[in-house]
């Protein structure tokens, strides 16, 4: 497949142009990781929010299904589990808990602590979008070779610890 220029080549060229003593290089990764990104998040969202949950919901449903059965975890395992800020935990927790998909439960041995836990109907979604969802980034990577997978997979940790390095976290 040959490659063609595209939005970021066009605005480095006009960088170029204008600045031709920047180092326009960042712009060619960065650039294509955010468009890349906002493409992405669209796409995975679609299928989310056609069964009426936000991508924070989902989320909150894959973490918990991550966890294992009983398929439960505390607001604050939630919010450590890695994709989930702890701002608006709750909140999220609640509207699932109307939803029908989640359950609070107080700890037995503990009863200040309390757990979210999938209902079957939970459980019975998260499995079936979880798999959708991987369908879905199957598709979008269809154009990549599983070794070019497996070194993108690389290359995107290595610049998500320099990135956590520039900015003084690791």
């Not at 299904?65 to 909140?91: H, W």
């Not at 009863?111 to 979008?140: K, P, W």
Request: aromatic share 4%; charged share 35%; net charge negative.
């Amino acid at each position: 497949m040959a490659e063609q220029a595209d939005a970021v080549a066009s605005i480095v060229a006009d960088w170029r142009r204008e600045r031709p003593e920047l180092d326009t290089a960042p712009l060619e990764v960065f650039g294509r990781l955010h468009r890349a990104f906002l493409r992405y998040s669209t796409a995975i969202s679609r299928p989310v929010e056609r069964k009426g949950l936000s991508m924070a919901g989902f989320d909150v449903l894959t973490a918990l299904r991550r966890a294992g059965a009983p398929f439960r975890r505390t607001a604050g395992e939630l919010a450590d589990s890695g994709l989930i800020s702890s701002a608006g935990v709750t909140l999220r927790i609640d509207r699932l808990e109307k939803d029908g998909l989640i359950r609070r439960e107080r700890d037995p041995q503990d009863r200040r602590v309390v757990h979210s836990r999938l209902t079957d109907e939970g459980l019975s979604l998260i499995d079936a979008l979880f798999s959708e969802h991987l369908e879905n980034e199957r598709r979008m990577l269809a154009g990549l070779s599983e070794a070019e997978c497996v070194e993108l997979a690389r290359l995107l940790g290595k610049l998500e610890r320099s990135v956590l390095s520039a900015e003084g976290g690791e």
